[in-house]
């Protein structure tokens, strides 16, 4: 064993000298792989004497005298997988990701096919006594080697570009992506990308998170610290919002603000900064926020906090990612006793019944309706209003009560082809939203149900987005003050009238908040789902007109096709936060689709 191991490690220290001598740097990866492989080569070297011996009585050295053909025909097979596993995890690993692209496990069939001959030349010919004769002779090996070279020229599978596109499928683009683990392999892309945008799980709907070249944050995303007793967590970036309940919820801590998914990372809830269904009790998430790491265009680290680098603070929060990458978040969580929501649904004959049951039940935490887009007349606005409360323990009944804090069960569906643009139509809406409504027999259902259907409805459906078809759909939201009622009313009129009416039409209230760039804004919100066809964003544009007379703005975080003078008439502080962008991020190196059609970055 002592034999094997001296002989694999002298061919990595002479591999390593070489390396240093020729001044070309090894990565962790380098160093097992050689290894690997040379450990493989030495054990059929180590076969081949075996045999040798057997057939002349030559015994080579005198640590033969501990091998045996079936010890060493094992070792062979175990170090054989182990060496195809780690090539292939080598090849998924960010270190290759960044080097060659997404697409290196191609290169897996010919280290495969490489020591599949290898085998038979150990196993069948008894030829594997010299590996470097094996490489001048054997030409199926040649060829094999020469593919594989071809296929890791730099940049090979780097112009192998990645198709992306966010949640709403619209628009969708070629890019070159990459990722990384650490903190070292972050800053190094970020001084050798000359511009990009982050990216986290793609949850956004518009245009965010798109650039021709992007940096991802999903391997970034370990939990750092989580103190159990105040309700303080710390993680990367790239931790999704479904991981860290998977790791709060049994130790009694909720998320201090949610949206309606628990797939976005946490880098994509500060750069939205997302809100949820208790906006008007506890603000978005930026509220919540104690301290974050930003790493800038230059490679520099800044910790910044409500009272620390304010100003970079507030324009990353909602920032769209313009400012920095985002490493770190330290925020506050809520605490809970249990894992279920004491849920009340209230039936409303139109609108103006609706908003009456918003304010009647302002005290609730959590609060949203969903409202038929298409109803007229009396029925004008019609929807059902949901409200909760985290559930208590007196909430559950017997069974519930064993383990209270138990996480939901996986349960879930997957849409599984694009549905064809003509399946979206007025009928099939109207049909739907007849249903939706018709499904509560009574005014008043009151109930307690575990967190996930309350918070998350839709993750139960993965991929729900294909049901908009191959084109895709924009999600339209808006924000107009309390006092603007009117507006949602022409709104929801000009939709009506249009037939373009939403499977997935939310109302929420928002509660007051200062900002710079966040979205939230006192008063009420609409989010709409339109598939994309032919007129849509000459609509919309019409809608623009209308939430901008009556004081109201979009969400940036949905939008696809906004106008550059649409968000200025939307975000009074919309120069402050331009002049604190050009500060963090001087040469626009972090700059998306987005931002340059907004003139966000860029001169």
């Known amino acids: 064993i002592i034999d094997i191991l001296i002989l694999a490690t002298g061919f990595v220290l002479r591999v390593k000298g070489g390396a240093i001598l020729a001044g070309v740097s090894t990565t962790s990866w380098f160093i097992i792989m050689t290894f690997l492989l040379a450990l493989f080569l030495a054990i059929a070297k180590r076969r081949d004497d075996v045999l040798l011996k057997a057939s002349t009585g030559t015994e080579m050295r005198k640590s033969m005298k501990g091998y045996s053909l079936e010890f060493l025909n094992t070792l062979l097979g175990l170090f054989c997988a182990i060496l195809i596993v780690s090539y292939i995890n080598y090849t998924v690993s960010p270190v290759s990701y960044n080097k060659f692209g997404h697409r290196l496990y191609y290169t897996a069939l010919f280290v495969i096919a490489g020591i599949m001959r290898y085998l038979q030349i ?38 192998m ?115 949820g269904k208790n906006h008007h009790v506890d603000g978005s998430f930026s509220n ?7 790493v800038l265009g230059d490679g520099s680290e800044i910790i910044c906090s409500p009272s620390e680098h304010t100003d970079l603070f507030e324009a990353t929060c909602g920032g769209m990612g313009l400012t920095g990458m985002i490493t770190r978040v ?38 949203m ?56 139509n007025t009928f099939t809406v109207k049909a739907f939203n007849f249903l939706y409504y018709g499904k509560n027999f009574k005014k008043v259902i009151s109930n307690v149900v575990p967190y996930e259907p309350f918070f998350y409805p839709l993750d139960a459906i993965l991929h729900w987005n294909r049901g908009y078809g191959k084109k895709g759909f924009v999600q339209y939201q808006f924000v107009l003050p309390l006092s603007a009622k009117q507006g949602l009313i ?4 000009r939709i009506s009238d249009e037939g373009l009416g939403s499977f997935l039409a939310v109302l929420k209230v928002f509660g007051k908040q200062e900002s710079m760039i966040s979205f939230p804004e006192e008063g009420y919100t609409l989010a709409l789902d339109f598939p994309v066809r032919k007129g849509l964003f000459s609509f919309l544009d019409e809608l623009d007109e209308i939430v901008l007379k009556y004081g109201g703005r979009l969400y940036m975080s949905k939008d696809a096709r906004m106008k550059p003078d649409v968000l200025l008439r939307g975000y009074p502080r919309l120069q402050e936060f331009k002049d604190i962008v050009r500060k963090y991020n001087p040469s626009g190196k972090l700059s998306s689709v987005q931002s340059s059609r907004l003139f966000l970055t860029g001169n």
């Not at 919540?288 to 930003?294: D, L, S, T, Y």
């Open 490 to 493: 022409d709104i929801l009129h």
């Open 122 to 159: 150990t196993f069948i010919y008894n030829k594997a006594g010299s590996p470097t004769e094996v490489l001048y002779k054997d030409r199926f090996i040649q060829v094999t080697l020469l593919r594989y070279t071809v296929f890791t020229r730099p940049n090979f599978f780097w112009k």
């Open 330 to 367: 330290k925020f506050r969580l809520k605490k809970i006793t249990t894992s279920y929501v004491k849920q009340k649904q209230l039936k409303a004959r139109n609108l103006e019944e609706l908003i009456r049951f918003f304010e009647e039940y302002n005290d609730y935490t959590y609060s």
């Open 161 to 275: 570009k990645k198709s992306i596109a966010n949640w709403g499928n619209y628009p969708a683009m070629e890019s070159d992506e990459r990722s990384f683990s650490y903190d070292d392999q972050l800053l190094q892309l970020v001084k050798e990308t000359d511009h990009f945008i982050p990216r986290g799980n793609g949850r956004c709907y518009g245009d965010a998170s798109l650039a021709g070249k992007t940096i991802s944050t999903l391997q970034f995303n370990k939990i750092l610290s989580f103190d159990t007793e105040n309700g303080i967590f710390e993680c990367q970036s790239g931790l999704t919002l479904d991981q860290i309940l998977e790791v709060i919820v049994p130790k009694g801590w909720f998320l201090p603000v949610t949206p309606g998914t628990k797939f976005i990372t946490i880098g994509g809830a500060v750069g939205s900064d997302v809100h």
């Open 369 to 424: 309706a969903w409202i038929d887009c298409l109803s007229k007349g009396d029925a004008f606005g019609r929807g059902i209003l949901i409200v909760g409360e985290h559930a208590t323990v007196d909430d559950l009944n017997d069974q519930r009560r064993k383990d209270p804090l138990a996480l939901p069960k996986k349960k879930s569906i997957t849409f599984p082809v694009n549905l064809p643009s003509w399946a979206l």
């Open 288 to 294: 919540h926020i104690i301290e974050m790491a930003i």
